[in-house]
Antibody
Framework: EVQLVESGGGLVKPGGSLRLSCAASGFTFSNAWMNWIRQAPGKGLEWVGRIKSKTDGGTTDYAAPVKGRFTISRDDSKNTLYLQMNSLKTEDTAVYYC?????WGRGTLVTVSS | DVVMTQSPLSLPVTLGQPASISCRSSQSLVHSDGNTYLSWFQQRPGQSPRRLIYRVSNRDSGVPDRFSGSGSGTDFTLKISRVEAEDVGVYYCMQATHWPPWTFGQGTKVEIK
């Protein structure tokens, strides 16, 4: 059974940092292009960024609102995806999901507030 | 970025009746490889999104056959042949032809009359 389990969310002050993790199982993680999607309270879905598989170059791309502040990485030996979030803003408050598109985690809530 | 526009944004439906959601893209979603990367997602209240349809018309495993996707170019449709109570939620179209970024429609809220 495919599972994606996000963790690391919480309350952080504006300007602070947080690192989210996504533990994957049930599929060949190392071959997967992985994405982070977020959903602000009561709003729609917003793509945050993507990391390709290492065999496809392992490169990353980011949405304009987070570029330069967020960094996606992966550890294929641990089947884990990461999202390092720096210089957080109140508008980054959202549930963050990791996904391959076909598979989604349950999400982890990040609240940026003073 | 490609803009995805859904209509209607709210869809009250009667149980057992059909429902249809439209999604239009600001440019053609035909990829240079010949595929069209348009997907539909369902998000039930309090749950994560779930993919229902990929590449316009392919149902994901476990998705009831009352859900169907169609369309081409810039115009796409998700149809529910007979709405059931468990179909209540928000439905999103998404394009992955011109990415990054993936872009989503605003969402269509399906509710029972």
């Amino acid at each position: 059974e495919v599972q994606l389990v996000e963790s690391g969310g919480g309350l952080v002050k504006p300007g602070g940092s947080l690192r989210l993790s996504c533990a994957a199982s049930g599929f060949t993680f190392s071959n997967a292009w992985m994405n982070w999607i977020r959903q602000a309270p009561g709003k729609g879905l917003e793509w945050v960024g993507r990391i390709k598989s290492k065999t496809d170059g392992g490169t990353t791309d980011y949405a304009a609102p987070v570029k330069g502040r967020f960094t996606i990485s992966r550890d294929d030996s641990k089947n884990t995806l990461y999202l390092q979030m720096n210089s957080l803003k109140t508008e980054d408050t959202a549930v963050y999901y990791c996904t391959t598109s076909a598979y989604w985690g349950r999400g982890t809530l990040v609240t940026v507030s003073s | 970025d490609v803009v995805m526009t859904q209509s209607p944004l709210s869809l009250p439906v009667t149980l057992g009746q059909p429902a249809s959601i439209s999604c239009r893209s600001s440019q053609s979603l035909v990829h240079s490889d010949g595929n069209t990367y348009l997907s539909w997602f369902q998000q039930r209240p309090g749950q994560s999104p779930r993919r229902l349809i990929y590449r316009v018309s392919n149902r994901d495993s476990g998705v009831p056959d009352r859900f169907s996707g169609s369309g081409s170019g810039t115009d796409f449709t998700l149809k529910i042949s007979r709405v059931e109570a468990e179909d209540v939620g928000v439905y999103y179209c998404m394009q992955a032809t011109h990415w990054p970024p993936w872009t989503f429609g605003q969402g269509t809220k399906v509710e029972i009359k």
